[in-house]
């Protein structure tokens, strides 16, 4: 089966412009997540989907980050305006449910200057 | 909350040498337990996983005890080569579908 798509690969912009990241899941999987991960730590869930309703948005920054999974399936994470450490790589997951673990994507590097 | 403590790193080991990365956790109720892995360049892999007390997930030569009475995860390998330099992540999930929470990450360095 295909995986998590993500796109771009990389970005450079510099602070105060805005950017947006797409990601496809595997087909049929009904929840989807952001994360960012910062150089040297662990990834930190900023977003999480069911189907096109949001489950859990509590650590995403609302005042700059938006998200939105039209139709229950592709999906968008907006940055506006990016800051410096907004700098990370932006990784989307799936997963068809419970206990069927999590596929991730390869995830956007984006760099703020 | 939910947090995970994993050892710094990094590790370096040579190469057939016995392998424990540490995890830890705080959890409230029963949570799953993953170790991902992240080779050079790549995304984040699943490589094992236990979702109950005292299941052992294996894979690759890679083993994992989920420990509740010590709220450990410990990832051992018995011989390790250069192709398992990586960052090991180790993990935790509320059940469910929920979102994972995520130690800090071990970088692993093998050399021959």
């Known amino acids: 089966e295909a995986g998590v798509a993500q796109s771009p690969r990389y970005k450079i912009i510099e602070k105060r412009q805005s950017v947006a990241f797409w990601c496809n899941p595997i087909?049929?999987?009904?929840?989807l997540y952001w994360y960012q991960q910062i150089l040297g730590q662990g990834p930190k869930l900023l977003i999480q989907f069911q189907n096109n309703g949001v489950v859990d948005d509590s650590q995403l920054p609302k005042d700059r980050f938006s998200a939105e999974r039209l139709k229950g399936v592709d999906s968008t994470l907006k940055i506006q305006p990016a800051k410096l450490e907004d700098s990370a790589v932006y990784l989307c997951?799936?997963?068809?449910?419970?206990?069927?673990?999590?596929?991730f994507g390869s995830g956007t590097r984006l760099t703020v200057v | 909350g939910n947090s995970v403590t994993q050892m710094e790193g990094p590790v370096t080991l040579s190469e057939e040498a016995f392998l424990t990365i540490n995890c830890t956790y705080t959890a409230t109720g029963y949570p799953s337990l993953f170790w991902y892995v992240q080779y050079p360049g790549e995304g984040l892999q699943l490589l094992l996983k236990a979702t109950k007390a005292d299941d052992k997930g294996s894979n690759k030569g890679f083993e994992a005890t989920y420990r509740k009475e010590t709220t450990s995860f410990h990832l051992e390998k018995g011989s390790v080569q250069v192709s398992d330099s990586a960052v090991y992540f180790c993990a935790l999930g509320g059940g469910g579908a929920d979102g994972l929470t995520f130690g800090k990450g071990t970088h692993l360095i093998i050399q021959p």
């Open positions: 087909s049929g999987h009904a929840t």
């Open positions: 997951a799936s997963s068809p449910g419970t206990g069927y673990g999590y596929t």
